[in-house]
């Protein structure tokens, strides 16, 4: 058979943004379930992050995460087994109080919830399933990773080494160690897709953030017979570059700019030699109903002539190249790290 597998769903992220999670759910109706349906799969498994915030639920969000994901499942027949991601939890040393728990189990004869580490078989494979790992449930994951079975491992990993988001690796979770003894490992948890030896983390589904920009979003689906995993990309996207350059005829003369609606664009002046031209391009924006607009007008702000700030680069990666040129600042090496766990911290409290 063939199983779907997707993660970090995030239902009710960046402040239960109704536009967000639309976009979310659109993926869901447009794209994933027409699959499942069109392939004859009747089962998903979901790792972890279900919904996003930790200790509440906006009821809206609630209502239409029930009417347009959850309830679709028992409509299409599709079973969904789901790990306890570290956003489910109310605390942070305990699976205990989750959220998926407290809304859904028993909800539904299809939906399956996962609290602690469990061996499950779909088909002739089994996959080891294990939910966030905290201070309550360590040793009980230890020693389940050490004596499992099973040849596929799914879980919700907090892993040393990997990418958190584009360029930038996670320090001072768990190790790998206990994990190179299976086949392969399937991961939520960070949201940028990205594979070391048998470690995959799958990337979230659509994008979130603006460290989406340039990833591979989309979902997979794993055959339990060969053991494949294939991936299925979502081309929708809720975040968008734009060099500017009104020199550039193409750009002048472009009309349609429904790709960006409700979306998230950022202006990058590569060259703005006539300002009515660009405020005119600004409000062709706004009237195709951008969410927002921010511009990176870096050739005025830096007053430099060819270094442009390239926008591809993510933020740390920005703030240690400024680093690398300011003289005065001697312990480089120092400062960076203080500042990339500060940035990471401030992600993790956030996401
Ligand atoms: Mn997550």
């Known amino acids: 058979m063939r199983i779907a597998l997707i993660n970090d769903t995030h ?20 794209q994933f379930f027409p699959y499942c349906i069109d392939n004859n799969i009747d089962t998903v498994l979901h790792l972890g992050d279900l919904m996003d915030r930790r200790k509440y639920v906006n009821f809206n969000t609630l209502r239409k995460v029930r009417q347009r994901f959850f309830e679709k499942f028992e409509e299409y027949g599709i079973h969904l087994h789901c790990i306890v991601g570290n956003h489910d939890t109310y605390y942070k040393n305990t699976n205990q109080v989750n959220s998926i728990t407290e809304l859904f189990q028993f909800k539904s004869k299809y939906f399956h919830v996962y609290e602690k580490p469990t061996e499950v078989r779909f088909d002739s494979l089994c996959i080891g399933l294990v939910p966030w790992i905290n201070d309550e449930n360590r040793e009980e994951c230890e020693q ?8 596929i491992i799914g879980g919700h990993f907090e892993l040393t080494g990997y990418e958190i988001i584009p360029g930038v690796q996670f320090q001072g979770g768990m190790s790998d160690n206990s994990l190179k003894r299976y086949e392969s490992v399937l991961s939520g948890h960070y949201h940028t897709k990205s594979s070391r030896n048998n470690v995959h983390y799958l990337g979230t589904q659509y994008q979130i953030t603006f460290h989406d920009l340039n990833s591979n979003k989309g979902f997979h689906i794993l055959d339990t017979e060969t053991r494949e995993l294939e991936f299925i990309e979502n081309e929708n996207k809720k975040f968008h570059i734009i060099y500017y350059d009104d020199t550039d005829p193409e750009l002048l003369a472009r009309t349609d700019f429904n790709e960006y609606k ?11 030699t006539r300002s ?47 680093i690398d040129s300011d003289s005065e600042i001697l312990d480089k090496d120092s400062i960076k790290m203080i500042v990339r766990e500060l940035y990471i911290e401030g992600l993790c409290e956030r996401e």
């Open 11 to 30: 239902f009710g992220a960046r402040n239960d943004s109704s536009i967000f999670l639309n976009y979310f759910l659109e993926f869901f109706e447009d």
């Open 144 to 151: 389940f990773l050490n004596n499992c079975s099973c040849p």
């Open 262 to 272: 409700e979306c998230y664009v950022k202006v990058m002046i590569r060259n703005k």
């Open 276 to 322: 009515k031209l660009f405020d005119a391009f600004i409000d062709t924006l706004y009237k195709h109903k951008v969410i927002d607009v921010s511009v990176i007008d870096s050739v005025q702000e830096f007053n430099l002539e060819e270094e442009v700030i390239d926008m591809a680069k993510d933020t740390l990666t920005i703030i240690n190249d400024d």
